[in-house]
């Protein structure tokens, strides 16, 4: 073999090793079935799943303006902008260079160079030099995999970040979803605390001409005033968490609130998907972000192993320069005046003190690590989505019974307002079976409110928004 096949014998060697080790996924440390049964139905696109079309107006201008995923889809950005950065250290880097230049020897140097004299009064030589070549710079020949494993590591990186961008989504979906329940609540609960008022100043207006008639107590009128008392109080407080939970909206929106928004729907008419099929925990290494992105931080720290391994071995590197170099500009490329060079290095650590054996156990200990945060992972998923079921089970049942409680307390008012008009009972007991229905209706409310909330924590424990899923790759 001549010298001149030696650099791409060496290049095609660049495949001749690997020092990753192969990566065997750890067993979900989790059971084979969730603790309630579930059905396999695909999960709805996010359109599919809130139905409400203010609701959908407002996380459409979320996905659009949130800051949060601003901040992920650039972190994904500069992670596949780093996987480039990391793929060119693997290809060969060429510079091409042209300069001309101009120098003046002294005579006792230059008559030196054409065999005269110190002495034979010539004052020196000037000439010019014209020079253009290609040059291959410091090209690492990968013979052990170093640059390989970089590699997979920096791609698996972004992988990562792109599920993050992804988790980040369905959570700023389920922020919205949140926000504007908690939002609906505070408004319907301050529109019942203001028609509770209107009911009961009429009632204090009555009591308070009766007992000018002498048809009831003092005692009646201080409990019907109260009663206003504290409805005052109550609106108080609703128009707070009224305005509250709009600050609270408009944070998780990103955005102010358009003035043109479709009217809401109320809190008991919210269509949403309250029944969700959850498959099997298996199908949550697939669906869920956050799971994804720990595998794929996992397969980048097993790929920092072998990078770390191949840092044993010696470094083959190679650079070579073809040019020419000439006098003159118009002979600069006669065949004559061609240059060329090359000069493959080898470099071998001997001794750096134990920073490679550092970085070894340095990049196995952080893939411990990812092993851990990857079960985890899987573990958090199987209990958020287990819970889910729970709510999804129970949260039906306690609002038809609370729905039932209002019926009662009502039909319980309206008998004792007869009684009570009929003097068959007394004015306390009037006002208890009031304030019983107002406390019914605002439960019930608060009740609707967390079955949506819970809802929407299934869908995104089970790694909801399938639409993102394929787009976001």
């Given at each position: 073999m001549t010298m001149r096949y030696l650099p791409l014998t060496l290049l095609l060697a660049t495949t001749a090793c690997s020092m990753t080790p192969r990566l065997a996924l750890p067993t979900p440390p989790v059971a084979e079935a969730y603790p309630a049964p579930s059905g396999t139905e695909a999960l709805p696109e996010w359109r599919g799943m809130f139905g409400d079309p203010r609701l959908q107006s407002l996380i459409a201008l979320s996905l659009d303006a949130n800051r949060d995923l601003r901040i992920a889809a650039l972190n994904a950005e500069a992670a596949r902008a780093q996987v480039r950065v990391q793929r060119a250290q693997s290809l060969p880097g060429v510079n091409v260079d042209a300069g001309y230049t101009r120098q003046r020897q002294p005579s006792s140097v230059a008559g030196a160079g054409v065999g005269l004299s110190p002495g034979s009064g010539a004052t020196g030589f000037e000439f010019g030099q014209f020079s253009a070549q290609a040059a291959l710079t410091s090209f690492e020949i990968d013979l052990f995999g170093r640059l390989r494993a970089m590699n997979e590591a920096a791609f698996h990186r972004w992988l990562a970040t792109v599920e993050a961008r992804r988790a980040v989504r369905l959570a700023v979906i389920g922020a919205v979803a949140d926000a504007y329940w908690n939002e609906r609540l505070a408004d319907e609960q301050l529109a019942l605390t203001r028609s509770t008022l209107a009911d009961w100043r009429a009632s204090f207006d009555i009591t308070r001409l009766r007992r000018q008639a002498g048809q009831a107590s003092g005692a009646d009128l201080a409990q019907a005033e109260g009663l206003v008392r504290q409805a005052q109080a109550d609106l108080a407080q609703r128009e707070r968490e009224l305005a509250q939970a709009t600050n609270a909206l408009t944070l998780a929106v990103g955005a102010s609130l358009p003035s043109d928004l479709l009217p809401p729907t109320p809190l008991m008419d919210q269509p949403i998907h309250t029944a969700l099929a959850a498959g099997t925990?298996?199908?949550?290494?697939?669906?869920?972000?956050?799971?994804?992105?720990?595998?794929?931080?996992?397969?980048?720290?097993?790929?920092?192993?072998?990078?770390?391994?191949?840092?044993?071995?010696?470094?083959?590197?190679?650079?070579?320069?073809?040019?020419?170099?000439s006098l003159a500009l118009e002979s600069l490329f006669r065949g004559a005046n061609r240059s060329w060079s090359y000069s493959p290095a080898i470099s071998l650590p001997i001794f750096l003190g134990g920073e490679l054996h550092g970085?070894?156990?340095?990049?196995?200990?952080?893939?411990?690590?990812?092993?851990?945060t990857y079960e985890k992972a899987i573990q958090t998923g199987f209990r958020e989505v287990a819970d889910g079921?729970?709510?999804?089970?129970?949260?039906?049942?306690?609002?038809?019974?609370?729905?039932?409680?209002?019926?009662?307390?009502?039909?319980?008012?309206?008998?004792?307002?007869?009684?009570?008009?009929?003097?068959?009972?007394?004015?306390?007991?009037?006002?208890?079976?009031?304030?019983?229905?107002?406390?019914?209706?605002?439960?019930?409310?608060?009740?609707?409110?967390?079955?949506?909330?819970?809802?929407?924590?299934?869908?995104?424990?089970l790694g909801g928004?399938?639409?993102?899923?394929?787009?976001l790759r």
């Amino acid at each position: 073999m001549t010298m001149r096949y030696l650099p791409l014998t060496l290049l095609l060697a660049t495949t001749a090793c690997s020092m990753t080790p192969r990566l065997a996924l750890p067993t979900p440390p989790v059971a084979e079935a969730y603790p309630a049964p579930s059905g396999t139905e695909a999960l709805p696109e996010w359109r599919g799943m809130f139905g409400d079309p203010r609701l959908q107006s407002l996380i459409a201008l979320s996905l659009d303006a949130n800051r949060d995923l601003r901040i992920a889809a650039l972190n994904a950005e500069a992670a596949r902008a780093q996987v480039r950065v990391q793929r060119a250290q693997s290809l060969p880097g060429v510079n091409v260079d042209a300069g001309y230049t101009r120098q003046r020897q002294p005579s006792s140097v230059a008559g030196a160079g054409v065999g005269l004299s110190p002495g034979s009064g010539a004052t020196g030589f000037e000439f010019g030099q014209f020079s253009a070549q290609a040059a291959l710079t410091s090209f690492e020949i990968d013979l052990f995999g170093r640059l390989r494993a970089m590699n997979e590591a920096a791609f698996h990186r972004w992988l990562a970040t792109v599920e993050a961008r992804r988790a980040v989504r369905l959570a700023v979906i389920g922020a919205v979803a949140d926000a504007y329940w908690n939002e609906r609540l505070a408004d319907e609960q301050l529109a019942l605390t203001r028609s509770t008022l209107a009911d009961w100043r009429a009632s204090f207006d009555i009591t308070r001409l009766r007992r000018q008639a002498g048809q009831a107590s003092g005692a009646d009128l201080a409990q019907a005033e109260g009663l206003v008392r504290q409805a005052q109080a109550d609106l108080a407080q609703r128009e707070r968490e009224l305005a509250q939970a709009t600050n609270a909206l408009t944070l998780a929106v990103g955005a102010s609130l358009p003035s043109d928004l479709l009217p809401p729907t109320p809190l008991m008419d919210q269509p949403i998907h309250t029944a969700l099929a959850a498959g099997t925990p298996s199908d949550l290494l697939v669906r869920r972000p956050d799971i994804a992105q720990a595998e794929q931080d996992l397969r980048a720290a097993n790929a920092d192993i072998g990078a770390a391994r191949a840092a044993f071995f010696p470094r083959v590197s190679l650079t070579a320069a073809f040019g020419f170099a000439s006098l003159a500009l118009e002979s600069l490329f006669r065949g004559a005046n061609r240059s060329w060079s090359y000069s493959p290095a080898i470099s071998l650590p001997i001794f750096l003190g134990g920073e490679l054996h550092g970085n070894l156990d340095l990049a196995r200990l952080r893939t411990s690590t990812a092993v851990a945060t990857y079960e985890k992972a899987i573990q958090t998923g199987f209990r958020e989505v287990a819970d889910g079921l729970a709510a999804q089970q129970t949260y039906g049942k306690q609002l038809t019974e609370q729905r039932a409680v209002v019926t009662e307390a009502e039909r319980r008012a309206t008998l004792t307002d007869l009684a009570y008009r009929a003097g068959q009972t007394s004015r306390l007991e009037l006002l208890d079976a009031q304030r019983a229905i107002y406390a019914a209706r605002q439960t019930t409310l608060i009740v609707r409110r967390d079955q949506l909330t819970a809802a929407a924590a299934l869908y995104r424990a089970l790694g909801g928004d399938t639409e993102a899923q394929g787009t976001l790759r």
